[in-house]
């Protein structure tokens, strides 16, 4: 079972935008902690935004200002605005929840940032 399917990624021109969301099932998505990821080839994999229970936010330094968070409890999904994207945002993208010992994890939608 997916839990978390994310979807919305694809091919941007550098300052160009898009919008991920993250399809939450199988739990009770507002009680969850969620988190948005990415990696690069090559690379770790970086926290890159976080939007807690009751809708406080945080970012990871290189996306402040150009990026947000945010979730729909009634649609079971969380969201992320990218904006003046950069080359160096490319990258698999996912979304992650968590609540006590519960965890769960999407498989990523690829994002390139590329002229």
């Known amino acids: 079972q997916l839990h978390l399917v994310e979807s919305g990624g694809g091919l941007v021109e550098p300052g160009g935008s898009l919008k991920l969301s993250c399809v939450a099932s199988?739990?009770?998505?507002?009680?969850?902690?969620m988190s948005w990821y990415r990696q690069a080839p090559g690379k770790s994999r970086e926290l890159v935004a976080t939007?807690?229970?009751?809708?406080?936010?945080g970012y990871v330094d290189s996306v402040k200002g150009r990026f947000i968070i945010s979730r729909d409890n009634a649609k079971n999904t969380v969201y992320l605005q990218m904006n003046a994207m950069e080359p160096e945002d490319t990258a698999v993208y996912s979304c992650?929840?968590?609540?006590?010992?519960?965890?769960?994890w999407g498989r990523g939608t690829q994002v390139t940032v590329s002229s």
């Open positions: 992650d929840g968590q609540y006590g010992t519960n965890h769960y």
């Open positions: 939007i807690t229970q009751d809708l406080r936010t």
């Open positions: 199988g739990f009770t998505f507002r009680y969850y902690y």
